[in-house]
């Protein structure tokens, strides 16, 4: 029996990091709703750039939450479709309704602190695998999330 999945990485390591994008998978859920509850309640003198801000992030976290589970796929995994599993499994917990602005920022930068942590674990990981699939979508969403934390941060700074 080949120890090589479909795509001729090995096996073994190809399920470990299933597991790992799975994580992230959920963690990537649980951000999605929060960024939905700071969407819908807002409120404030900034109410309007907000908004529209956050429905761009969970527009593009929707997007992202498609990308790995088809990566799990890829990789001969299967992807994690219930709350209940993320509840458990994400560093990011559920917000709780927040109608502050600058509070819905904060959750917002914690929350890519997790992301681009377990995408760097990832990614270190994919490496040694020699799965480029992976290795690229980690390093897109990296660069892209680090400028989002540089403009989010820029947004809250007193200075």
Excluded at 125 to 146: K, V
Aim: net charge negative; aromatic share 10%; no cysteine.
């Amino acid at each position: 029996m080949s120890k090589l999945n479909h795509i001729g990485l090995d096996k073994d390591k190809s399920k470990e990091l299933g597991e790992k994008l799975n994580a992230l998978l959920a963690n990537y859920s649980i951000f999605y709703q929060n960024t939905r509850g700071y969407h819908w309640n807002i409120k404030g003198d900034t109410f309007f750039e907000l908004h529209q801000k956050f429905e761009e992030l969970y527009n593009d976290l929707f997007i992202k939450i498609d990308d790995v589970a088809e990566r799990i796929l890829t990789l001969g995994g299967t992807p994690n479709h219930n709350y209940s599993a993320y509840i458990t499994q994400s560093v990011i917990k559920e917000s709780k309704q927040v109608t502050d602005g600058k509070e819905a920022v904060r959750e917002i930068l914690n929350a890519y602190k997790s992301i681009i942590k377990l995408q760097r674990e990832i990614l270190e990981l994919s490496d040694e695998l020699g799965d480029e699939g992976t290795n690229a979508l980690m390093s897109d969403y990296i660069s892209e999330q680090e400028k989002k934390v540089w403009m989010y941060s820029s947004y809250i700074s007193d200075q």
